[in-house]
Each structure stands twice: as structure tokens, then as C-alpha cells.
């Protein structure tokens, strides 16, 4: 039901609109999810539930919050992530609306692909800033579509600063990272990546040593089943990296 309210709404209001006033309209269908037996750790909403996906992961009917979303605001409200200048690429519209709101932070955001609401629109591979500008990067779900990902990271070391962190994390697997330059059709990757704009599944070894191969040195997170899990909505078991310069 969820996700043919969402087209037909998309089909009949324009994007923007959509994006400038998501909180108005989540509202409305929100109240019908208004309980005790959950809570929202980005919006702080108690839920009788949250709205199950098609691919299982779980939306917050307020915010939009999926269980990534909501698994890093927990990491970055439970660290010294959230001060200076931030950069965030591509981000969850819950979590720039909170972010967007603090006068203690400069938060900058960038989508390439103008998905989201963002300030620029940086080339991950050439970040059009200069260098040692950000104290803290989240990168969350992107170096997956870049093709150049070495480039990429490098750029990401070049612009944080010295003792900033890069909070990165993507689909992973076990083993090593699954890569091949010849899958280049939508429908190859998404048979062999999961996405059809997916260029790699990493493994989290295999990303960290790609990330300490440019310079970084790397912090695994390994997120196990924890029992109130089902309350806040997290994904279990769940794998973030920590890159430090």
C-alpha cells in the first residue's frame, strides 16, 4: 500500500514540491502508525510499527528514516562526529532536515545526481573544495556507483582534515570484493551487484584495504542482533567503517 500511495504521489505533485514539504504529508499517513511498541531514534516518534518495505527494511512513517538512516544518527550522536565543517554526500532527507537546523555545525551536502536536497553537486572523484577543508564526511551508500573508487577515496583524503573522520558504509559481502569492468548493462548489475547502478559489492576487508591504501587508517563497526533492535528499527547484523586521517 505504502509504495502505491508513494508513485501515485510522485506521479501527480512534482518532485521539489514533494521534497520541501515531505514532513506535512508524512504526517498525515503517519498518525495511523502512532503507538507504543516502537520508536524512531532519528524523529523520536513512538510507533504502534514501522512501514515494511518489498525489500524488508523498515521506513519510519514520519521522517522517512530507513534502518541505515537511523543506525547513523545513533553513530554520530554517540561520538564527537557532529562538530566543525561536515561533508554529506547524498543525504537522507531525515537527516538533513536535523542537521540543516544546528547552528553549532557548518553541514554542507552534495548529490551528483540531483536524488536529493543537497547544496552542490560534487564529483566525488573531483571535489571541488579545497584541501583539509571538513572535520567529519559521511558517505553512506555511494562509492558502490563510482567507478573510479580509488580516485574517489583519495578525494575523500585529500579534503578531511587531519584526525577527521569519513563515516562510509555500502552493501557488503563476505570474501573479497566481487568487481568486473564488463558488467556495464542495468540488468547485469543488477544480477551480479544488486542495483542496476551498482559497479561492486565490497567486502568490509576489502574496502578497509582499499581506504588504508591511500592513507587512511580504518575502524570496522560490526553492528550483531541486539535485543531491542525491533524497537528502534535497526538492520542486524550491520557493518560501518570508520576512516581516519
Known sequence: MYNSLK?????????????????????????????????????????RSFIQLDNND????????????????????????????????????????????????????????????????????????????FDTIICFHVLEHIPDDSKAMQELYRVIKSGGNVLIQTPFKTGEIYEDERITSEADRLKHFGQEDHVRVYSPEGLKTRLIQVGFSVKVLSFSPQENDAYFGFASPETVLIATK
Do not use: M
Open 7 to 47: 508513485t501515485t504521489v510522485k506521479k501527480l505533485i512534482p518532485s521539489r514540491f514533494i521534497f520541501q514539504n515531505e514532513p506535512f504529508f508524512r504526517f498525515f499517513h503517519g498518525v495511523f502508525y502512532l503507538g507504543n511498541a516502537h520508536q524512531c531514534g532519528v524523529c523520536k516518534k513512538k510507533l
Open 58 to 133: 523498515l521506513l519510519c512513517p514520519f521522517c522517512g528514516s530507513l534502518a541505515r538512516n537511523r543506525r547513523l544518527w545513533k553513530i554520530l550522536n554517540s561520538e564527537d562526529y557532529l562538530k566543525g565543517t561536515i561533508l554529506h554526500f547524498s543525504p537522507s532527507r531525515n537527516i538533513y532536515r536535523k542537521l540543516k537546523k544546528r547552528s553549532d555545525i557548518n553541514y554542507v551536502t552534495s548529490d551528483y545526481e540531483d536524488e536529493f536536497i543537497a547544496d552542490y553537486r560534487f564529483d566525488i572523484t573531483n571535489i571541488d573544495q579545497k584541501d583539509a577543508s
